[in-house]
């Protein structure tokens, strides 16, 4: 079966970098988009972007223009969201999600990415 | 402020019928199906229904989705305590260069 692992918790200062990997097993890893979308504390789903796994190519939210960078290693089929200069608000659990013909079927378990000085 | 627009809130008791509305826009809904998505606080979501009304398999008849226009629905009949959980919307939006866009979310209680 699908299984998207993520790591537990990730804590950063303001003004770091954090990099959060999805690990990907069940099924054929450069066939399907990844997005990554993330959850403030007590707050909604934000899209953040996707990546094809096969070639690389990405698409971000206007959002994050600029501060994210998603990558793909297909030889570990793992998936990598790096997101820069943190500040407060962007403590949040970020997960990763594969696209299929009918959504975003399959999901990580979440990372919360903490930042605080 | 999310660019589609749930009620924050809905309730009803066990074996009731609820619906939760998701307002967009002609840049998402207008235009693009809807999925819905279900999520147990402290869990990831689940995909609920896709492409407006379709089920995915596991997901009990029980459950159901619709659009028109620029806005979409999702009913729950013979309502169970195991369906409290926080919904949302989400579409494509052409706006901005493409982008997914979820609903709010709405926390159903089942009283």
């Known amino acids: 079966q699908v299984q998207l692992v993520q790591p537990g918790v990730e804590v950063k200062t303001p003004g770091a970098s954090v990099k959060v990997s999805c690990n990907a097993s069940?099924?054929?890893?450069?066939?399907?988009?990844m997005h990554w979308v993330r959850q403030a504390p007590g707050q909604g789903l934000e899209w953040m972007g996707k990546?094809?796994?096969?070639?690389?190519?990405?698409r971000y939210a206007q959002n994050f223009q600029g501060r994210v960078t998603m990558t793909g290693d297909t030889s570990t089929s793992t998936l990598y969201l790096e997101l820069s200069s943190l500040r407060s608000e962007d403590t949040a659990t970020y997960y990763c999600?594969?696209?299929?013909?009918?959504?975003?079927?399959?999901w990580g378990q979440g990372t919360l990415v903490t930042v605080s000085s | 402020q999310s660019v589609l627009t749930q009620p924050p809130s809905a309730s009803a008791t066990p074996g009731q019928r609820v619906t939760i509305s998701c307002s967009g826009s002609?840049?998402?809904?207008?235009?693009?199906?809807v999925n819905w998505y279900h999520q147990v606080p402290g869990t990831a979501p689940k995909l609920l229904m896709y492409?407006?009304?379709q089920r995915p398999s596991g997901v009990p008849d029980r459950f159901s989705g619709s659009k028109s226009g620029t806005s979409a629905s999702l009913a729950i009949s013979g309502l169970q305590s195991e369906d409290e959980a926080d919904y949302y919307c989400?579409?494509?939006?052409?706006?901005?260069?493409?982008?997914?866009?979820f609903g709010g979310g709405t926390k159903l209680t089942v009283l």
């Open positions: 990546i094809n796994p096969k070639d690389g190519t990405t």
């Open positions: 989400a579409s494509w939006d052409d706006s901005l260069g493409g982008r997914w866009v």
């Open positions: 492409r407006n009304n």
């Open positions: 069940g099924y054929t890893f450069i066939a399907y988009y």
């Open positions: 002609s840049s998402n809904i207008g235009r693009n199906i």
């Open positions: 999600a594969r696209e299929n013909i009918r959504g975003f079927e399959d």
